[in-house]
């Protein structure tokens, strides 16, 4: 046997089930509508300021001390003794196996 307080609370909550499940089918119902998408055609353009690049001297400078480390290395050692005459390649040059780098003069 229910009390009185309890069927109006049974009826208000069926009724708040009822009131959102109309209001689901509503906006179920609004998204599938085959009106035309405002998104489809993209956002609208915004106004822009348009300017030439211009090359210009620019007088902001910074230094900065840093150490610098390649990732690939090599160690270079002579096979036989002598002075070395002549130096055919420059630092951080890329070389190819066999090309000779320096010549030595064995006397």
Known sequence: M???GQNATHRSSRGASLLAGLL???AIGAGCSKGPDPLA???TA???KVAV???VPVDDTTEYV???KS???AVVMP???GVVTEIYVHSGQQVAAGIPLMQIDPS
């Open 46 to 48: 915004m106004p822009v």
């Open 53 to 55: 690049a211009q090359d």
């Open 2 to 4: 229910r009390k009185a």
């Open 79 to 81: 096979q036989v003794e």
């Open 71 to 73: 990732r690939d290395s």
């Open 24 to 26: 689901l089918l509503i």
């Open 66 to 68: 840093a150490t610098l």
């Open 41 to 43: 055609q993209g956002p």
